[in-house]
């Protein structure tokens, strides 16, 4: 099994940054990709930005040029995902989950997985 545990959300004025970080915690042959997705009241889960074992990016056209994801170098035991998020805008208000998809076990080949985190809070108000 993998444990993704976010972290970083808070209470930020228009026009500051937050810097979410998410943990994945597990023995892993392989996460094809990490992103983040938000889901704001009363909305559907939407996805704000991805990123695959290689490196490719990918943002929905609502944060491109202010949020940035990134990771740590893929490894067996220990996976993390950031999301720095900058000139934040009270659109941005939603609670925030990690997603870790794809995901090979050693122990359940050649099935895959996906695993979500609890979700952290994020507004954006003066």
């Known amino acids: 099994q993998v444990q993704l545990v976010e972290s970083g959300g808070g209470l930020v004025q228009p026009g500051g940054s937050l810097r979410l970080s998410c943990v994945a915690s597990g023995v892993v042959l392989n996460i094809n990709s990490m992103g983040w997705y938000r889901q704001a009241p009363g909305k559907e889960r939407e996805l704000v930005a991805t990123i695959t074992s290689g490196g490719h990016t990918n943002y929905s056209d609502s944060v491109k040029g202010r949020f940035t994801i990134s990771k740590t170098p893929p490894d067996r035991i220990k996976n993390t995902v950031y999301l720095q998020m900058d000139n934040l805008k009270p659109e941005d208000t939603a609670v925030y989950y990690c997603?870790?998809?794809?995901?090979?076990?050693?122990?359940?080949?050649?099935?895959?997985?996906?695993?979500w985190g609890q979700g952290t809070q994020v507004t954006v108000s003066s």
């Open positions: 997603n870790a998809d794809r995901v090979k076990l050693y122990n359940r080949l050649p099935d895959e997985y996906t695993y």
